[in-house]
């Protein structure tokens, strides 16, 4: 419904061009003027979407990474919600709101395919094709809309790390607090994370005419494409500077809580596994082992691509063009990546995927035998 309402507001809105096309006509059959209603509409001449091809590996490889995710995270779903071995008690639900805004994070990167451009001192997120690729007033809130995605990133390994923590210090908060209210804060958390994140894009990266000119000459050189066909939110640090800083202040903390609780759960294992049983202290050691799996990826594919482009142009850095667009293709890959790894490095869930299913319904591994003898609330 999100996707379809987006569609028709952006794409088939009624420009003036539309009403001046249909007036006289609509009058003649319905004797009203088409300038007092409201309506959307489709004109076959300028319902063209603007394509910008950058290589065959930038147009590839997030469709790829689009298609994994629609079979990992349902997958995924799956492993978790019929894995009765392995009580994954309240963190179930979190692991599947991952699940989840994966694949939300997969459908606006097919809807809304970027690259990155750089130019001495600035820096381009603009939009390569597809429906909201054509330049317009509204262009920039979707762009806006698909960044965020990248904040939202952080702020639900945020509620992990914190979910992880109390489970070790306070385990009965969790118990009687997570379900609903616990779940319910966390899904605004991340939305707020991401309502923030691209509320700076849009106000303080806004495509300035100024920006335009700036970098026109450069990037019709690169690609022979007009900079004016096209959405995209910059960052220049003679005018960005506020808005880079708060992009940065946002990753940066996230990063920060990483390490701090990463290195406090750690820490607690060391101490409570004297007095947890052996199954229990497993358990916990592999799902800190997951998240951290899970941390490193965005890491590697938003945090440090995100850094490189924000502070290689304030640096006058220049990279060679392919680590940009390599960027965009690196953050397309999280949404599949994420789930996988969880599979991967849980044997429960490793085992129940290559296991056919009549002889896991029959035998049980040595390993999840120790999960299921005592019941571990996690």
Known sequence: MIVWGSIDYFCLHSAPDMRDYIRASFRELYNENIDNINFVAGM???????????????????????????????????LICSNKKVLFGNYRYLLIFFAIFNLFASFADLLIPVSVYCYRYAFVTYVTDGPFSVRSAYGEIPLSYRCAFIAGTYGILNVHFVFRYLTLKSNNIINEYFMPYGLVLSVIYVIVHMIIWSLIDYFCLHSAPEMRNYIRAPFKELYNESI??????AGLFSR??????????????????????????ITGLNIESITMSKQTTQMQKQ???????????????????CSLSFYGAALRIDFMNWVYWISAIAVSMFPFLDPMAIIFLLPALRR???????????????????????????
């Not at 004016?228 to 939110?233: G, K, L, T, Y």
């Open 44 to 78: 076959f001449s300028s319902l063209r979407f603007f394509e910008m091809f950058v290589n065959w590996v930038h147009y590839t490889i997030p469709k790829i990474s689009f298609v994994l995710s629609l079979i990992s995270n349902p997958l995924f779903i799956y």
């Open 228 to 233: 004016d066909d096209i959405n995209f939110v």
């Open 240 to 265: 960005s500077w506020a808005g880079i800083l708060l992009l940065t202040l946002i990753a940066s903390y996230s990063m920060t809580l990483y390490f701090v609780l990463g290195y406090k759960i």
């Open 287 to 305: 799902l800190f082992k997951a998240l951290a799996i899970q941390t490193i990826i965005p890491i590697c594919v938003s945090f440090m691509p």
């Open 352 to 378: 129940r995927l290559f296991t056919p299913l009549n002889k896991e319904r029959n035998s049980v591994s040595a390993v999840t035998h120790q999960y299921s003898e005592t019941p571990v609330g996690i």
